[in-house]
């Protein structure tokens, strides 16, 4: 009988253990698909962004790309701006920044050429960004043959915490 019971009990305390486990994987899921989703909209607002700024190099309209611009520069110092920790990332940001800052110090001086040089800048900054965080889930996901130039992926470095999210925005 005392054996009976102790099945009993064991099935049951498995059980929960099993339904805690459940749910505590489709909580991870869940908040993990909610960081996504805020994620993707904080890049999407970047590239609006950068589109109004470019819309104010074309039309020189000095004030649109100072008023974007600065915003751009600010986003970069928000919480969500830092999708993960890693040195490199955050050199590329520091890049961005200092390119943005000089577009809109530029856009100050109504200075054209210098404000559009400046955006062309910003734009390779980000593209290099992605390429860098891409590379990155490459290499985290296994390796593939090295592009020209390119370094040897087994020779990259691991994804940083939170690539996998970046991952999903990086070609939407």
Same mark, same amino acid.
């Given at each position: 009988?005392?054996?009976?019971?102790?099945?009993?009990?064991?099935?049951?305390?498995?059980?929960?253990?099993?339904?805690?486990? =459940? *749910? &505590?994987?489709?909580?991870?899921?869940? %908040?993990? #698909? +909610?960081?996504?989703?805020?994620?993707?909209?904080?890049?999407? $607002?970047?590239?609006?962004?950068?589109?109004?700024?470019?819309?104010?190099?074309?039309?020189?309209?000095?004030?649109? =790309? *100072? &008023?974007?611009?600065?915003?751009?520069? %600010?986003? #970069? +110092?928000?919480?969500?701006?830092?999708?993960?920790?890693?040195? $490199?990332?955050?050199?590329?940001?520091?890049?961005?920044?200092?390119?943005?800052?000089?577009?809109?110090?530029?856009?100050?001086?109504?200075?054209?050429?210098?404000?559009?040089?400046?955006?062309?800048?910003?734009?390779?900054?980000?593209?290099?960004?992605?390429?860098?965080?891409?590379?990155?889930?490459?290499?985290?996901?296994?390796?593939?043959?090295?592009?020209?130039?390119?370094?040897?992926?087994?020779?990259?470095?691991?994804?940083?915490?939170?690539?996998?999210?970046?991952?999903?925005?990086?070609?939407?």
């Amino acid at each position: 009988m005392n054996n009976t019971r102790f099945n009993a009990l064991s099935s049951r305390t498995a059980v929960f253990a099993l339904t805690l486990a =459940i *749910i &505590a994987g489709v909580s991870a899921a869940f %908040a993990q #698909s +909610k960081r996504n989703r805020a994620a993707r909209e904080f890049m999407r $607002d970047k590239l609006e962004l950068s589109q109004r700024v470019l819309e104010g190099l074309a039309t020189e309209d000095y004030n649109l =790309i *100072i &008023a974007k611009g600065t915003r751009l520069s %600010a986003m #970069s +110092k928000e919480a969500d701006w830092r999708v993960f920790e890693n040195p $490199d990332y955050d050199q590329q940001s520091v890049f961005f920044r200092r390119h943005v800052d000089s577009m809109v110090k530029a856009a100050k001086d109504q200075n054209l050429d210098a404000a559009t040089l400046a955006y062309v800048r910003v734009t390779m900054s980000c593209v290099d960004c992605h390429k860098l965080v891409r590379g990155k889930l490459v290499a985290a996901m296994g390796e593939r043959p090295a592009r020209n130039g390119e370094q040897s992926p087994s020779r990259a470095q691991p994804a940083p915490p939170g690539a996998v999210m970046l991952g999903a925005m990086i070609d939407r």
